[in-house]
């Protein structure tokens, strides 16, 4: 969500680990055979130079409480209130290695503004830090992005999938400021759960996966089109419990199928003709008839497990 000047992440973290095991062979074969027919994009460049980092950083350090590691991880910096070591292990494991397989697939520029990421030990230094810092009385007890002070404020403890879905936006605001809110949101909350595949990120199934089934049996999930339309009021305010869920299975499926990175940079060049992605997303899928094909893609869902 990024409409406002909080963005509240009202969901359970999920788990972002790039150590687990391999996915299956149909799973690695589909992905190492997408990835194979790109030619490999260049590299991002920073958007800062060392010295607006390091002034950055300096300003920061004399707000920041005794106890607190800050440490540099381009484009962010990070703050946590656990072991030194912890705290440079989070920014690596997670961070960079979240940064870098976004940047692998999908964006280009770094976000516009130095981000700050505050990793709080526990519920408790979350909900004290997140007052006496920010003014802030958070109302997810997993995490959510101030952008009043650009600051992404965690309470690490619930699990790193709020962050990497977090991460997600301050890239995509600014390579694709125009995204509709499903994609934005659908791509964050399919990395909540994710591992390292040959180099990129790869979403798995996750906690949103059973909410999802119930509505599809229910015959409560919108059709994709209602979903793609949807302004930021529509799918933040009139959620009926699946548009998160929904944008992020059929991004699930896009990945699964090997055109999601396709998807989107489709999505994006062509976002003055089809600005909400509809047109793009049945040529990606090569159908003319979307209704057939969320009868096929309802199917695959409730095939589908967690965990």
């Known amino acids: 969500m990024l409409a406002g000047f909080v963005l509240l992440l009202m969901t359970p973290a999920g788990s972002c680990d790039p150590g687990r095991a391999r996915q299956s062979e149909v799973q690695a074969a589909s992905m190492i055979q997408a990835s194979a027919a790109k030619p490999k994009k260049k590299k991002s460049k920073a958007g800062f130079t060392k010295a607006q980092y390091k002034k950055h950083v300096k300003k920061l350090k004399k707000t920041v409480p005794e106890g607190f590691t800050v440490l540099l991880q381009e484009p962010f910096v990070v703050i946590g209130d656990e072991h030194p070591a912890t705290v440079k292990k989070r920014s690596k494991s997670t961070v960079k290695w979240t940064v870098d397989r976004l940047k692998e697939d999908f964006f280009s520029k770094d976000p516009k503004h130095i981000i700050d990421i505050w990793l709080f030990k526990d519920d408790a230094s979350y909900m004290k830090h997140a007052k006496e810092i920010f003014g802030d009385v958070p109302d997810t007890p997993y995490g959510y992005y101030s952008e009043e002070h650009r600051a992404l404020v965690m309470n690490i403890a ?72 949807m302004d930021e009021n529509q799918f933040y305010n009139e959620d009926k419990g699946t548009n998160y869920s929904q944008s992020r299975y059929l991004l699930l499926y896009l990945q699964e ?25 049945e040529k990606t899928l090569g159908v003319d008839d979307m209704a057939a094909f969320k009868v096929k893609w309802e199917s695959w869902v409730l095939a589908l497990t967690f965990p």
């Open 158 to 229: 619930t699990g790193g999938g709020t962050l990497v879905h977090e991460i997600v936006h301050p890239f995509m605001d600014s390579n694709f400021p125009a995204c509709p809110p499903w994609f934005n949101e659908g791509l964050g909350s399919l990395y909540e759960q994710c591992m390292d595949s040959d180099g990129h990120i790869w979403g798995l199934t996750n906690w949103r996966l059973a909410g999802l089934q119930e509505a599809v049996q229910n015959d409560e999930v919108p059709s994709f089109k209602k979903l793609t339309s």
């Open 257 to 281: 199928k090997g055109l999601l990175v396709d998807y989107y940079h489709a999505f994006r060049e062509n976002a003055d003709e089809d600005p909400d992605g509809y047109e793009t997303l």
